[in-house]
């Protein structure tokens, strides 16, 4: 049975400074991020002791408690990659045109992720998805690590806004944090996201 693994770090823990300390950057993905790979293995093995014992009573909180953990793991595992010491900017091409044709601008669309962002309540995620079956770009708020969002969809830039992502630099004023994150935004990563979305039909 194949199990979930850390990715690697596509740059160094420094190379996102200043807008995010080295040290920030570490905790976040040797601590907080390997932690939900830990918590899925360990809630498969749950899942699969309860199936062999049949023994189900407590199916419902391991069930949450594994869309929690991969869920978790899933959103880092983009985050990591939506990111680049080189990134900033704003993307070309067909993604630039549909975030004009489903936002009207790439400003009002900008606006709209860094509010959806720091406006999260408690711990959760800013996220532009693509949903397949309008065929449209949508911004989503995740609560946690999951909920609040289109059963269907995909996410393609995704911004954390859990308190461990950025406290110890920022404190309590995650605007700033949002802020930054602009700059750090890898189109490439995102581009290619949406290329692959867009060219499958559900």
Same mark, same amino acid.
């Given at each position: 049975m194949g199990e979930y693994a850390l990715p690697d770090m596509p740059y160094d823990y420094a190379a996102l400074e200043p807008a995010i300390t080295g040290e920030i950057l570490e905790l976040h993905h040797s601590?907080?991020?390997?932690?939900?790979?830990?918590?899925?293995?360990?809630?498969?093995?749950?899942?699969? #002791?309860?199936?062999?014992?049949g023994e189900f009573g407590g199916?419902? +909180?391991? #069930?949450?408690?594994?869309?929690?953990?991969?869920?978790?793991h899933v959103l880092h595992s983009i985050f990591w990659q939506n990111l680049s010491p080189d990134g900033g900017d704003r993307p070309d091409g067909e993604l630039a045109a549909a975030i004009d044709e489903h936002f009207g601008s790439f400003e009002a669309f900008q606006k709209q992720l860094t509010t959806?962002?720091?406006?999260?309540? +408690?711990? +959760?995620? +800013?996220?532009?998805?693509?949903e397949p079956l309008s065929r449209r770009l949508v911004? #989503?708020?995740?609560?946690?690590?999951?909920?609040?969002v289109g059963i269907n969809t995909t996410p393609l830039l995704v911004f954390d806004?859990? #308190?461990?992502?950025?406290?110890?630099?920022?404190?309590?004023?995650?605007p700033d944090y949002v802020e930054k994150l602009w700059g750090l935004v890898n189109w490439n990563d995102v581009t290619q996201r949406f290329s692959t979305v867009t060219s499958t039909k559900i």
């Open positions: 601590k907080h991020h390997a932690a939900y790979v830990k918590g899925a293995n360990d809630t498969l093995e749950r899942l699969a #002791e309860a199936r062999d014992k199916l419902v +909180g391991l #069930e949450k408690t594994f869309a929690f953990n991969l869920s978790g959806a962002t720091a406006g999260v309540q +408690g711990s +959760g995620w +800013g996220i532009l998805a693509w911004v #989503e708020q995740v609560y946690d690590h999951h909920g609040n806004a859990w #308190e461990h992502a950025y406290y110890l630099q920022y404190r309590n004023v995650r």
